[in-house]
């Protein structure tokens, strides 16, 4: 009975871990206050680089993985370099524009992508593997929300007029969050792409972006923690709704989301609400 | 030459509906500070209910074309007031201007209504009857002129002059600056920010749905996917335009349409979002405010 | 550079003027704070004081003039420059981060003093711990000065108001700056709270920091500072002793005067 349960949801758990990957790209950025959607083109740059090098080289897809994170590295820090500069509302336009590029791009260059084929990659990746890397990449946070870099984009994020008084370079540490973003972002591509063993336009695009971001601020968007529980309860949703609700789960995933921003509007996990309750 | 006549006209009419999303989407962000994922989701419901009143009612074109502007500017409302509403004075760090929340709400409304929508048309496409819009070829000279992409043009312009005249020469007009400049300010100055968005907020989803109900007239599609191809060509009408100027959105529309339909029938079909794009980019590069986009400055 | 009497000046404007949409708001304005004084400047709201804490600090740039500071120009240097330099400040509206506790937002104030790199910190090196271990010691000490040790976890926006504004001071203390701007420190505090504040300013003033502090309460100003200077529409009205600056007649005027006479106020230029 709960191996078929776990047969059934087996891959669901896997996805879950994959879409973590992603929630933390881009919590990564928005910690240091940028709302930026940007994390689906790293994730298809590095899960398109990846898989390319897996394809040709005939390497394992562990091997990969660092060079999809480089590949989503460099690119977050161009993307830093451009956008910066702009203001918080546009910053966010922009990054979506690039997310709809992306797409155009990985269709306009089919030697990489395969274009409206797509890439069939057929790998293994073991659900052990996968839960290892995502206890690696959850220490690699919490070590950062503790250091001075967590303390700095904390600061940055709650108002860069008083961080930048205090001496943080809110610009400089803005970029190394984008780079994080990429790094852990374009590691999400390849993993995703190796958990498909397909990827095409449309793996990487908009409903990526959309749903990565609702997994962080429904999680909590002032906690990495937060991010990991929104992206598990973000895909076991759907599937909870489809096994419960099958006419109407899209609604039913809608309205999900609705109530929990309305009434949890600072998301599952909140550390103020906990230390609020620890001061009474 | 008279090919190429012809398809400036095309473009500017598939552009007019690209700039109708644009402004009504723009209004929003300026206004608000809302980046409204559900934008398109009212342009799709818009045209569901032109093409009801039309069916069911028998209604003529022009109350058509009404029932589909209201429905979407009352769909907005309703959106605004269920999604928005519960979000506004609860603050947040202020670089994120409190957009988040209501991005995630607005995207929960987008993944309903665009579901209910597939549930109203019965996940297919619908098409107006055809005789219930102005289908008649008008002639200038050699030069076809379908009334339709006509209608379409002038409805833009009306929109966007109306709402341009609205927002810079009245005094409401100030008022909504003055809420997308600082909302608390404003509530000081003697405007009620309550009434500036509900009046915002059914502004756009009205043109939304004016670009819903003729889109879905000009491209013989009425279903959810209409609401969806407008948000991907509208945003970047908003890109390239700027969202702080409702005539750079929509000179920006325009231009992305005939930009789309000159590189089709020129270039190659291919190409075509491949142009759009790359001139996003462009702009995002160069004039990464927009057409008419001022230099933001740090607020002390 | 000399600054008033023979004591060398910390901190140097010489004719800064800022504009707003062509409405100046800082207009040819020039004073000295002289080192390990506390310098008054004092002006009806509106008369720009705020603005020039916002140029010194780098907050917004202004259109000309120099500010000078240990002898160097700071014009135009970015905010976290300026900081880095040894200039902190406080805000006239408490801006502490949401969120942190007590102890927290002291901390972020010794960012400057850190002692060590984000990587290390990040890869906790036994020298980045014993950094951090001197840090958080140091956050104390400085909680425990505004006397608010026994504060240290609480989440700082549930303190009262004077409490907030101390912690701002001991944030801004976290870099060990030698020039401090406070402003309106006092604003919304009782006599008593407002007495404690001005004793801090002393001891900070003899433990060697400069302070330049704006200030509307009259009886602070007499009592700890030095030097005053006095702005009304964004120019300098007067500046010298507190005694003889309080007895300049348009300073009398605008003080003492009927309160929010505007014509009055105006006549002033």
């Known amino acids: 009975m709960l191996a078929d349960l776990w047969a059934a949801y087996q891959s669901s758990v896997g996805f879950a871990m994959v879409n973590v990957f992603f929630a933390l790209s881009t919590y990564a950025v928005l910690s240091a206050g940028v709302l930026s959607f940007a994390s689906v083109s790293y994730a298809a740059f590095g899960g398109f680089i990846g898989a390319q090098l897996v394809l040709n080289t005939g390497i394992s897809p562990l091997l990969a993985l660092p060079v999809s994170a480089v590949a989503g590295a460099l690119l977050a820090y161009a993307v830093a370099l451009l956008f910066l500069r702009l203001d918080g509302h546009w910053m966010a336009l922009a990054s979506l524009a690039l997310v709809l590029m992306t797409r155009v791009v990985v269709l306009n260059a089919p030697t990489l992508t395969g274009g409206v084929n797509g890439l069939s990659l057929p790998v293994d990746l073991s659900l052990a593997t996968l839960t290892v890397l995502l206890l690696l990449l959850m220490l690699v946070f919490h070590r950062l929300s503790g250091s001075w870099y967590g303390i700095a984009v904390r600061a940055v994020r709650e108002d860069p007029a008083v961080a930048a008084s205090l001496g943080m370079p809110a610009r400089r540490l803005q970029t190394i969050a984008f780079v994080i973003s990429g790094a852990v972002g374009g590691a999400g591509g390849m993993l995703l792409a190796a958990m498909l063993q397909f990827i095409s336009p449309d793996t990487y695009f908009i409903n990526i972006a959309f749903t990565m971001i609702a997994a962080v601020v429904l999680g909590g968007s002032y906690h990495w923690a937060g991010a990991v529980a929104g992206a598990f309860v973000f895909t076991a949703l759907p599937v909870v709704m489809q096994a419960v609700l099958p006419q109407i789960q899209d609604v039913a995933n809608g309205a999900a989301l609705l109530a929990i921003m309305v009434f949890l509007p600072r998301g599952l996990i909140d550390p103020r609400a906990w230390r609020l309750r620890h001061a009474r | ?300 | 550079m000399r600054g008033d009497g023979d004591t060398p000046a910390l901190l140097e404007l010489d004719g800064v003027g800022k504009s707003f949409g062509g409405v100046a708001a800082v207009a040819d304005l020039s004073f000295a704070v002289p080192t390990g004084s506390v310098m008054g400047l004092m002006g009806p709201n509106g008369a720009g004081k705020t603005t020039v804490i916002n140029l010194i600090t780098g907050l917004l740039g202004f259109d000309r003039g120099h500010i000078r500071f240990d002898g160097a120009e700071i014009g135009g240097a970015a905010a976290h420059r300026i900081a880095a330099r040894g200039i902190a400040r406080t805000y006239q509206n408490v801006r502490l981060f949401s969120g942190m506790t007590a102890l927290e937002q002291v901390l972020a104030g010794g960012f400057l003093r850190r002692g060590t790199s984000l990587i290390a910190s990040f890869l906790g090196t036994p020298a980045s711990r014993a950094a951090r271990a001197r840090s958080l010691a140091e956050a104390r000490h400085l909680l425990d000065r505004v006397r608010l040790a026994h504060r240290a976890d609480v989440l700082a926006e549930t303190l009262s108001y004077g409490e907030q504004r101390r912690i701002e001071i001991a944030r801004a203390l976290g870099a060990h700056p030698r020039l401090l701007l406070l402003d309106e420190p006092t604003a919304g505090m009782n006599a008593a709270e407002s007495a404690a504040i001005g004793g801090l300013v002393h001891e900070l003033r003899d433990a060697g920091l400069t302070v330049l502090m704006v200030e509307h309460n009259v009886r602070l100003v007499t009592d700890f500072c030095d030097h005053v200077a006095v702005m009304s529409f964004g120019r300098k009205l007067t500046e010298g002793t507190p005694a003889a600056c309080l007895a300049h007649p348009e300073v009398q005027a605008a003080y003492f005067g009927r309160s929010g006479d505007a014509e009055r106020i105006r006549a002033l230029r």
Not at chain 2, 113 to 131: H, I, K, R, V, Y
Not at chain 2, 271 to 282: E, F, H, P, V
């Open chain 2, 1 to 300: 030459m008279l090919l190429f006549v012809e398809q400036l006209v095309n473009g500017c009419a598939l552009g007019s509906l690209y700039a109708l999303f644009a402004v009504g989407f723009g209004l929003v962000f300026a206004t608000l500070g809302i980046l409204n994922a559900a934008h398109g989701t009212y342009a799709s419901w818009a045209a569901i209910a032109a093409l009801a009143a039309v069916q069911h009612l028998g209604a003529p074109f022009p109350l058509a074309v009404a029932a589909g502007v209201v429905a979407g500017g009352l769909l907005a409302l309703l959106v605004d007031q269920i999604a928005f509403q519960p979000l506004r004075g609860r603050g947040g760090p202020a670089k994120e201007g409190g957009m988040l929340g209501a991005l995630i709400t607005s995207i929960a409304f987008w993944i309903m209504l665009d579901s209910l929508a597939g549930f109203a048309t019965g996940q297919q496409s619908l098409n107006f009857p055809a005789d219930s819009y102005p289908a008649r070829m008008l002639h200038l000279g050699a030069l076809p002129l379908p009334s339709m992409q006509l209608v379409t043009i002038a409805a833009m312009l009306l929109a966007t002059a109306g709402i341009h005249a609205l927002v810079r020469h009245s005094r409401f007009g100030a008022a909504m600056r003055a809420v997308g400049w600082n909302g608390a300010a404003a509530a000081l100055g003697g405007v009620n920010p309550r009434v500036v968005i509900v009046v915002t907020a059914f502004l756009a989803g009205a043109t939304s749905g004016l670009a819903g109900v003729l889109g879905g007239i000009s491209t013989q599609n009425v279903s959810f996917t209409l609401g969806e191809g407008l948000m991907l060509k509208g945003f970047a009408a908003v890109v390239v335009g700027g969202y702080d100027d409702v005539r750079g959105a929509a000179i920006a529309g325009v231009a992305l349409g005939i930009l789309e339909v000159m590189s089709a029938q020129y270039l190659s079909t291919s190409l075509r979002d491949g142009i759009t794009y790359a001139l996003l980019l462009g702009f995002l590069l160069l004039r990464p405010r927009g057409l008419f986009g001022r230099a933001a400055f740090l607020r002390a």
